[in-house]
């Protein structure tokens, strides 16, 4: 059973994600549509798939997510418990909607390329070094994934060594991150067991 304090935590944390969900949505939306209606995405590449339907469906992805999280978190009150593979589900949901963002905007060239470091490391601070490592692996199958369909049918990839040295970039800011919230969790593991020998102490001195 978990703890209702690690529960109400990880509801929090969720919601939180929710939001920036949601605050990312009300700016990308009206930023792709801008380059829709002015042509410019015929200057950034893949206008053969970039329309209405493609930034309706996409704004359709992250709002059924949210709604989905929003009524697992209400079932989690009620029941006392959020099962621990919500973080990992929407985890790799906010990767797929960031390489879905990528696609028509330039791909690897693409300016949202830094959502998935703020991806990572949220998600690596908040829940430690797993899926911290977890999320860099996904992050890193969603990304050659943009590439590989960015060439296609071409097969030749342009630059090939700098994408290289961003997959290994994405993989010290995964370790690192990951490094970071395990230190800090060991450092607050040792400032509760310094409280409660204080507490003792001051029970027993009383």
Do not use: C
Not at 40 to 64: C, D, K, P
């Amino acid at each position: 059973m978990q703890s209702i304090e690690k529960m109400i935590w990880e509801i929090r944390n969720e919601k939180n994600k929710a939001g920036v969900r949601w605050l990312i949505l009300f700016i990308l939306v009206p930023y792709l549509s801008y380059l829709l209606l002015t042509g410019r995405s015929i200057e950034i590449g893949q206008e053969h798939i970039f329309n209405w339907y493609y930034i309706g469906s996409l704004a359709l992805f992250v709002t059924m997510v949210n709604s989905i999280v929003m009524l697992i978190l209400r079932r989690a009150l009620v029941q006392n418990s959020i099962h621990p593979s919500i973080k990992y589900l929407t985890m790799f949901s906010d990767f797929l909607a960031v390489a879905l963002v990528m696609i028509p905007t330039g791909g690897s060239e693409s300016m949202f390329f830094v959502l998935n470091f703020v991806v990572i490391v949220s998600n690596g601070l908040r829940y430690g070094i797993r899926i911290s490592l977890a999320g860099t692996l996904v992050m890193n199958l969603f990304y050659i994934g943009v590439i590989a369909y960015q060439y296609y049918p071409n097969q030749q990839i342009v630059g090939i060594q700098k994408e290289i040295l961003k997959l290994g970039g994405f993989w010290l800011v995964g370790i690192y991150t990951g490094y970071l919230a395990l230190r800090f969790e060991t450092l607050r593991g040792e400032v509760e067991h310094y409280q409660k020998l204080l507490a003792k102490a001051l029970e027993a001195k009383a």
